[in-house]
């Protein structure tokens, strides 16, 4: 804004603080930029104990274990562990590491997604890719459609499923598509 029409809105609609020094309405900002950094510091979660959490959950989901194991079993033994081996002020460092199980489950569907995000930019940059289609049934006896994908990258070909999704009523070519 221009001076003149912040002048302008002061006298207007404060006008009890338009005899107020400039330093004043300094002093106010440091006292408020104090505040936002205090209140950031213990709102914001620190990079290493995301990163730590994301590490954590990524193991959790490639042992197949259910998601309270990380808030009701590794953080406790962690804590211990380094309690034990170097004191209680690093224990309750990674006492800060976020486990629960609503986290883990929104860090494995994050990891998931990145994944999938990864793999379609490796679709994209690939000169040349093959699909294959498969129908199996599990043991509940539902039809699940699987769809490969090999591809190009680096110089190697890789293959990776590119999604699993569940069949609804007959599994004929017409109700694929």
Do not use: W
């Not at 380094?82 to 199980?101: R, T």
């Amino acid at each position: 804004m221009k001076p003149s029409k912040l002048q302008r809105h002061l006298n207007t609609k404060h006008a009890t603080l338009s005899k107020k020094p400039i330093e004043y309405f300094e002093r106010l900002l440091q006292t408020s930029n104090k505040e936002k950094n205090t209140l950031e510091k213990y709102v914001t979660l620190n990079d290493k104990y995301l990163l730590a959490s994301y590490e954590v959950s990524y193991l959790i989901a490639k042992t197949k274990k259910p998601f309270t194991i990380g808030e009701q079993l590794l953080l406790p033994a962690a804590i211990r562990m380094s309690e034990i081996v170097h004191g209680k002020q690093y224990a309750a460092e990674i006492s800060k590491i976020p486990l629960s199980n609503d986290t883990v489950s929104k860090r494995i569907s994050d990891i998931s997604n990145d994944q999938f995000q990864q793999l379609l930019m490796r679709l994209k940059d690939s000169s040349k890719f093959a699909i294959q289609l498969d129908e199996s049934t599990d043991i509940s006896k539902i039809a699940q459609l699987l769809l490969f994908v090999r591809y190009i990258y680096e110089g190697s070909i890789h293959e990776n499923i590119l999604f699993c999704r569940p069949l609804e009523g007959h599994t004929r070519g017409k109700d694929i598509i």
